[in-house]
């Protein structure tokens, strides 16, 4: 019984290794963090812009 708790504590040791190093070492997605804004979208009257915007859905509470 000594024996089977032995290997599947090493077992289960080496695949945590392995799933770490694979966590550590493998390929990683390139992300692009810049962000861009236009402000000219907005216009000058934030309100006016978000009434147009939330005028789209019908389900929007308001003071909600």
Known sequence: MKTVLKWTGWLVLVLLVGVG?????????????????????????????FEREEAKFSDIVEGV
């Open 21 to 49: 190093l694979l966590a550590l070492l493998g390929p990683r997605e390139k992300v692009d963090l810049s962000a861009s804004f236009d402000a000219s979208l907005f216009g000058d009257d934030i309100d006016a812009y």
